[in-house]
């Protein structure tokens, strides 16, 4: 039976003072055990009630829980707990069958991070808990997700993912795609995300009031400062990226009419993956499907929108129409 965290650390407090021999443990003290337990390891233990802890044994005592051999013992009025069986401990009984269900399938979903460099971790937990399981024989992988585990950069992931939780500023050496020469700078990042297989870091550079994203391929130093933190107060990133497609945002731009033509033949594709989460049909001819984006045009927008080659025609903006032929303009340039 699955169990949220706070559980999982009453159970082994409770399992510690049953197992205890040499003392003995009233309901007040099992309170008290708890709640040192849940403030050693999550920074909070006031809110164990003396109801939660008999449910906590209840749960313990069923087949469903650990099927713990509890003795109650009268103390005249009172009543301490103890094991009948000195030796017994969740700890040493094996897991259930729904337990090692759900550790297979923990194992499956870390296996797709294997490969990249701050995830070398994961080899050994998996041995780990593939012998827990009893999996011995593992079978090949039936799920596989898209991933560059050659991208430059991503050894910086983990740093960066700690900077942005324990709230660090980081000095930087980036080296931008059309510069020959590299940038230092101090960075306070926020937020990171994933996009056409790289990552991209999204803060607040010491010069701009104002939020850039690096890419982590271009990152080639990156330590921890002791500038205090900047904290975020210029954007919600749950709204952020949502009038464009890809990570390049131009807060200038305004949001555009953008609509397109797309071939009977190309329609099922863009139908099940559309360009845009604002994407809607307007019109439907033999000669194809009118749809409309509200977004504001970018880099990320232009190379999804050629990529779609033939199958798509822009009936407007003037500028995205432009855009699109200037690319296949140097693309048949380039291959004469």
């Known amino acids: 039976m699955p169990t949220n965290k706070n559980a999982s650390i009453r159970y082994l407090a409770l399992d510690a003072c049953f197992s205890n021999i040499r003392k003995r443990f009233y309901i007040e003290d099992l309170i008290e055990a ?32 650990y099927a713990i051999p509890l003795e109650r013992i009268k103390d005249g009025r009172r009543v301490y707990y103890r094991y009948g069986d000195p030796d017994f401990s969740i700890q040493k009984k094996a897991i259930t069958e729904g337990e090692m269900e759900e550790l297979r399938g923990a194992i499956d979903l870390l296996s797709r991070f294997q490969g990249l460099p701050q995830y070398t971790w994961l080899d050994e937990l998996n041995v780990r808990l593939q012998g827990l399981t009893g999996d011995k024989n593992v079978e090949k992988p039936v799920v596989e997700f898209e991933q560059n585990p050659y991208l430059k950069g991503l050894h910086y ?82 709204e952020y990226f949502e009038d464009i497609v890809g990570v390049t945002v131009d807060t200038g731009a305004k949001v555009e009419d953008v609509r397109l033509l797309i071939t009977p033949e190309l329609w099922p594709y863009v139908e099940t993956k559309p360009i845009h989460g604002s994407m809607r049909v307007m019109a439907r001819s033999e000669e194809g499907i009118e749809v409309r984006l509200d977004v504001k045009i970018n880099y990320e927008l232009v190379s999804r929108l050629f990529a779609l080659g033939e199958g798509i025609k822009i009936i407007k903006p003037l500028s995205l129409k432009n855009s699109i032929l200037e690319k296949a303009k140097e693309l048949i340039l380039n291959n004469k």
């Open 34 to 65: 708890c709640n040192y337990a849940l403030y050693e390891y999550v920074g909070e233990g006031s809110g164990v009630k003396r109801r939660q802890i008999f449910d906590d044994i209840t749960f313990m005592e069923s087949d469903q829980g």
């Open 157 to 238: 992931f983990s740093v960066l993912y700690q900077a942005i939780q324990k709230k660090r500023c980081l000095s930087i050496t980036y080296q931008g795609f059309k510069k020959t020469q590299s940038d230092h700078f101090e960075f306070h990042p926020y937020f990171l995300k994933q996009y056409n297989s790289r990552w991209f870091v999204f803060g607040q550079h010491q010069t701009l009031n104002q939020i850039s994203n690096l890419a982590l391929d271009r990152i080639t130093e990156l330590e921890e400062t002791k500038t205090p933190f900047l904290d975020n107060d210029l954007v919600d990133f749950s």
